[in-house]
């Protein structure tokens, strides 16, 4: 769970800004989506390896 303190002197709306930076970064988010439906072993197998061969690509491509 991601938590968030008020600072003195905060508005209400930078705290919500703060919470919601806070969430992406736990991945709280991309974990329900990814369990919102039920995925068997093959395919999560399948979307590791697409992953990885776009990790690949992605790191073989030349810079510019």
């Known amino acids: 769970m991601a938590y968030v303190s008020l600072n003195e002197g905060e508005t209400p709306e930078s705290l919500v ?5 806070a969430v992406q970064r736990s991945g709280i988010l991309r974990e329900l989506k990814n369990r919102r ?8 197998v399948r979307e590791a390896a697409q992953r990885a061969a776009r990790r690949a690509r992605r790191r073989n491509r030349p810079q510019t």
Request: hydrophobic share 15%.
């Open 37 to 44: 439906y039920f995925k068997t072993k093959s395919q999560k």
């Open 17 to 21: 800004n703060r919470f919601r930076s």
